[in-house]
């Protein structure tokens, strides 16, 4: 049973293009979390997702952060118009209900 | 500010000695606890939980203790190894609160001497 998926690992975009970052969650999980790390500090909160429904979206910066989790495919947590601060590693978490969550690898995005 | 925080930044012992990882909380409502491993370049991994109605649960070479009187969540390592070297974290779930949404404490550095 392969884990949470997240591609790419790596991401590099200069200031002003658009980021996409993609994550599959586990087999049969249908709950859906973004977080997002900075370097020496733990994660934070961004969104929480179902199928077709963001459930929670109190932890999403209010312009250019959007995500979305269709029926089918990976769920995408699409950052617009970057800008150096939004450099960070940002880590997916699925769950087969509310409680626990496992995450994927992460996604380094850096910002030039 | 945050609800959950951790006494100790930094910890370093001798391999096969017990370790022990603090964490405070601050929020009485929280009814779920999550400890997690992170090595360095990837992702949180799930390590153990306990529920609020729990003082105690174990699992392989680890322990965690919840004491709600005072808000305190420790993980406890048996016979620490090299590859327990890591930044745990601790997390909780706000009873009521949003949903899904587990708040992270800033980690502690375990550092594992051969």
């Known amino acids: 049973n392969a884990g949470v998926m997240q591609n790419p690992r790596h991401l590099v975009r200069r200031r002003g293009q658009e980021a996409r970052l993609r994550c599959s969650p586990m087999?049969?999980?249908?709950?859906v979390y973004w977080y997002r790390q900075l370097p020496e500090e733990g994660l934070k909160f961004m969104v929480y997702?179902?199928?077709?429904?963001?459930?929670?979206e109190s932890g999403m910066p209010k312009e250019r952060f959007s995500a979305e989790f269709p029926k089918e495919g990976p769920s995408i947590l699409r950052i617009q118009q970057v800008v150096r601060g939004d450099s960070a590693a940002y880590f997916c978490?699925?769950?087969?209900?509310?409680?626990?969550?496992?995450f994927g690898p992460g996604t380094r995005l850096t910002v030039t | 500010g945050e609800s959950v925080g951790l006494h100790l930044p930094t910890l370093s012992v001798q391999e096969g000695d017990n370790s022990i990882i603090n964490c405070a909380y601050s929020?009485?409502?929280?009814?779920?606890f999550i400890w997690y491993k992170q090595e360095s370049g990837k992702g949180p991994q799930f390590i153990i939980d306990?529920?609020?109605?729990?003082d105690k649960r174990q699992g392989q070479r680890v322990t965690v203790l919840l004491n709600k009187t005072v808000k305190h969540l420790s993980l406890q390592i048996a016979a620490t190894q090299p590859g327990d070297s890591a930044v745990y974290f601790c997390?909780?779930?706000?009873?009521?609160?949003?949903?899904?949404?587990?708040?992270f404490g800033k980690g502690t550095k375990l550092s594992v001497k051969p």
């Open positions: 978490a699925s769950s087969p209900r509310t409680d626990e969550q496992y």
């Open positions: 087999k049969g999980h249908s709950h």
């Open positions: 997702l179902q199928k077709e429904n963001i459930i929670d």
């Open positions: 929020n009485s409502a929280s009814d779920y």
């Open positions: 306990i529920r609020s109605n729990m």
């Open positions: 997390a909780e779930k706000v009873r009521g609160g949003s949903q899904g949404n587990l708040i």
